[in-house]
Nanobody, 114 residues
């Protein structure tokens, strides 16, 4: 499975960004899709996840500001980020579990700064 993430960039505090991650390759089904982020010198942490049934989970730090969604026809997961804060700055990674195997995207930089 190959994952191609896009949508990162520089945004001012309070602004919005939408990340996308498309999965390609040979697989039968994708169960869980999600986004993690990593701050310099820190472990990668879960931001949000979505199951095949559409059940979602969020880290406490992004609840109410970020929304994860998926388009199964396009094998794509999205992360709509609003009310962005400087502390959201980091590298965001998408991940999917396809046929029981986890794959990771290459990471996309999100910078929140005035």
């Amino acid at each position: 499975v190959q994952l191609q993430a896009s949508g990162g960039g520089l945004v001012q505090p309070g602004g919005s960004l939408r990340l996308s991650c498309a999965a390609s390759g040979r697989f039968n089904s994708i169960l869980v899709m999600g986004w993690y982020r990593q701050f310099p010198g820190k472990q990668r942490e879960l931001v949000a996840g979505i199951s095949g049934d559409g059940d979602t989970t969020y880290s406490d730090s992004v609840k109410g500001r970020f929304t994860i969604s998926r388009d199964n026809a396009k094998n794509t997961v999205y992360l709509q980020m609003t009310s962005l804060k400087p502390e959201d700055t980091g590298v965001y990674y998408c991940t999917v579990a396809a046929d029981g195997v986890a794959s990771w995207g290459q990471g996309t930089q999100v910078t929140v700064s005035s």
